[in-house]
């Protein structure tokens, strides 16, 4: 059994550093930040595409409006915005992850 040295062991924590915030942007928001997901759905969002999502400056976003639309493409909207229109990149404050549960709470209807 081969034992680790100061440097490597630095090295395996520095290099676990890089990779713990990935591991913590996989699986479904905790409860908090559902909450906090649902406020920013409701009112930045709701700012553009209407508190009911029918629609206003940016497009409806109702299950019907969303219905056929691969969710791939609807996530990269969110995190990356669309070039050329008033929909912003929200990379600096939404993991994809967090932006595929928004999507999926628009699949299923929202209500403010």
Do not use: Y
């Not at 070039?83 to 993991?95: C, F, I, Q, R, V």
Request: glycine share 8%; hydrophobic share 40%.
């Amino acid at each position: 059994m081969s034992t680790f040295n100061k440097r490597q062991i630095r090295r395996l924590v520095l290099m676990a550093s890089f990779f713990v915030p990935l591991l913590a942007q996989a699986g479904t928001p905790d409860a908090n930040r559902q909450a906090e997901l649902k406020h920013l759905l409701i009112q930045d969002c709701g700012s553009c595409h209407g508190l009911r999502m029918k629609g206003g400056l940016g497009p409806a976003l109702t299950p019907d409006d969303l219905a056929g639309k691969p969710k791939e493409s609807l996530v990269a909207t969110i995190i990356h915005g669309r070039h050329g229109t008033a929909m912003p990149p929200w990379s600096a404050l939404l993991t994809e992850n967090e932006a595929e549960w928004l999507i999926d709470q628009l699949l299923q209807g929202v209500s403010p």
